[in-house]
């Protein structure tokens, strides 16, 4: 059915001022997209009733005239022009999402937002054998295998839509209401891409991620089973949705259980895990999907990248930690015992979702482990980041929702960036290794507290940044002010900034001993990550041993 431009009445202001709505065939697109406009008082559009128009064919012709690969660009075209109009509630084909330049249309617009309407299959089937020779798709073949043949093609792109709302046998009305409650109350997510040399995935950050988190894993898991790994912290806290959201969702899971703590990345836990998922008959294409912060993270990824030489994996990370940090990038590992993160691998996920609702049971404290790590980010080179972070980091630790979902998004988007251009750590200079700012301290920090929960890796990093910096300055690349302005950040939010905010005091020899162990080395050197200002982070290997143990002895720590 075509839409009519005529003048409306405004009822209801749409929380979006352009409405997009994908799924398969018979998911109602066309039906509750015209109620939804009734009630917003905008124009409805059905892009198919649109490209007959302008044919003045059918689209049973286009397809048996032209083909399928001919309908799809001028399906394009169309939906391009249409979302370069004013107000509408816009139903598309079925197929359109699978076009990349059509779902780009509405990357990065503020005034649009997507829905995916998820009908269960049994629903769509009992609703399309009606009609199915208007349906071209489905005039020739079984239309059961055909639909799950298209369902398992167009899910993993459905799943991208800002929205999932699922439709079954209720009412019109039912799910208008639905509709019209989820606008008014959501937040949309935000969608991070990370492009790699030879794989891409999505970063999707933004609050209610948990409720429809099975219909946006289920399209990237390969037989449809999953393994959840994760903590009893965690697991006491928001397990259940996650759970309940994979049980709607039609995928089958069991669930591994593991103490918190940095002590679970162990050999003897890796070994457990590894254990423990063959005897429940692991297959190739089953999926491990990290559930928790940076220590689940890492083990969880360390699993998948070694068992039956590799499986797939997703990370959900529940601490700002993880969300802005670790579970970005791909690195998983385990510790040593002569350091930290020692025996690991290199292991994309297929999928980061971060839901920034599960941060409100983080206690402050874990916010500032977090939130050290975005500090970071600006000044290794964004500094226009750290100055948002003078301006709201307050906020952020306060745990206010919109800046905690802002925080996480300048975040992935700067780690994203880095982990794109050097992926694996090899440029000879720059790179990823800049994320390790602060590291090389706060890593022999932590092994002096044995990682158990005095020290937190985000405080230990907190105190790394101060050091990095202040070694800086020693040796003449920074200026005082920049530092002067770091501690006044790191004092006013009351967070670590030296050696007076250790549990207790350390030895500089020890100290320089765990550096001398550290991953970083190369050629028996120790690489820092030093600054030429805020913003201006860079490697270096020429720092003189006794510049540093000069500087941990002025800072206060113990001969």
């Known amino acids: 059915m075509s839409h009519s431009l005529a003048p409306t009445v405004p009822r209801n202001k749409p929380p979006f001022p352009i409405i997009v709505l994908v799924g398969l065939m018979g998911a109602g697109k066309t039906t509750l997209g015209r109620q939804l406009a009734q009630y917003y ?80 299959m049994p629903v769509l089937l009992k609703r399309l054998l009606h009609n199915r020779h208007n349906r071209p798709l489905l005039a020739k073949g079984d239309p059961e295998a055909i639909l799950h043949h298209l369902a398992q093609k167009r899910y993993p792109y459905y799943a991208e839509a800002d929205l999932i709302i699922e439709c079954g046998d209720e009412s019109v009305e039912h799910a208008i209401h639905t509709m019209k409650t989820k606008l008014a109350t959501t937040t949309l997510p935000h969608h991070v891409p990370v492009t790699l ?46 759970e309940e959201s994979l049980t709607r969702a039609g995928i089958h899971f069991t669930t591994i259980t593991v103490p918190p703590g940095e002590n679970s990345k162990s050999l003897a836990r890796f070994e457990n895990v590894i254990e423990t998922i063959l005897a429940q008959g692991m297959e190739r294409g089953t999926t491990i999907i990290a559930f928790g912060g940076g220590v689940i993270g890492d083990l969880a990824g360390f699993v998948a ?170 040796m003449g690349l920074a200026p005082q002010d920049d530092l002067t302005r770091l501690d006044a950040h790191l004092h006013k939010l009351n967070m670590p900034s030296g050696q007076a905010d250790l549990p207790h005091n350390l030895s500089t020899a020890t100290l320089l001993a765990h550096m001398g162990r550290d991953k970083k ?26 510049d540093v143990r000069d500087l941990l002895l002025a800072e206060g720590f113990a001969p």
């Not at 939906?79 to 780009?104: E, N, S, Y």
């Not at 690195?331 to 025996?343: F, R, V």
């Not at 952020?396 to 975040?411: M, Q, W």
């Open 41 to 120: 008082g905008i124009p409805f559009i059905d892009t198919d009733a649109e490209i007959e128009k302008a044919s003045r064919q059918s689209i049973a012709e286009i397809f048996s005239q032209h083909g399928e690969a001919h309908f799809r660009a001028g399906e394009h075209r169309v939906i391009r022009r249409l979302l370069k109009g004013g107000p509408c509630i816009l139903a598309t084909g079925g197929g359109a999402w699978m076009h990349p330049q059509t779902r780009a249309l509405s990357h990065g617009r503020a005034d649009i937002c997507t829905i995916w309407l998820h009908v269960p």
């Open 197 to 242: 040399a030879g794989h891409s995935y999505e970063v999707l950050t933004g609050p209610q991620l948990l409720h429809d988190a099975g219909l946006r894993l289920r399209p990237h898991l390969p037989n449809n089973r999953a393994i959840i790994l994760t903590d009893s912290t965690v697991a006491s806290l928001h397990l259940a949705p996650l």
């Open 305 to 474: 990248a070694s068992v039956l030489r590799g499986v797939p994996f997703i990370q959900i990370p529940t601490t700002l930690l993880a969300q802005v940090d670790s579970s970005v990038g791909g690195k998983t590992g385990i510790n040593a015992k002569a350091g930290k993160n020692l025996i690991g691998a290199f292991w994309q996920p297929r999928l980061v979702l971060a839901d920034t609702d599960v941060l409100d049971t983080l206690p402050r404290r874990q916010l500032v482990a977090g939130y050290a790590e975005i500090v970071k980010a600006g000044l290794i080179a964004d500094a226009t980041l750290f100055a948002w972070c003078e301006q709201h980091g307050h906020t952020v630790l306060e745990g206010n929702p919109t800046a905690l979902g802002e925080a996480v998004r300048r975040a992935c988007l700067f780690k994203a960036g880095v982990v794109q251009d050097d992926e694996r750590e090899s440029a000879q200079s720059g790179g990823r290794a800049l994320l390790n700012l602060g590291h090389t301290f706060a890593h022999a920090f932590e092994a002096e507290f044995h990682y158990d929960g005095r020290l937190l890796h985000g405080e230990a990093v907190s105190i790394g940044l101060h050091m990095a910096l202040a070694l800086s300055v020693k």
């Open 521 to 546: 080395l190369r050629d028996g050197k120790i690489t820092f990550v030093l600054l030429r200002g805020i913003g201006k982070a860079f490697t270096c290997r020429d720092v003189a041993l006794e």
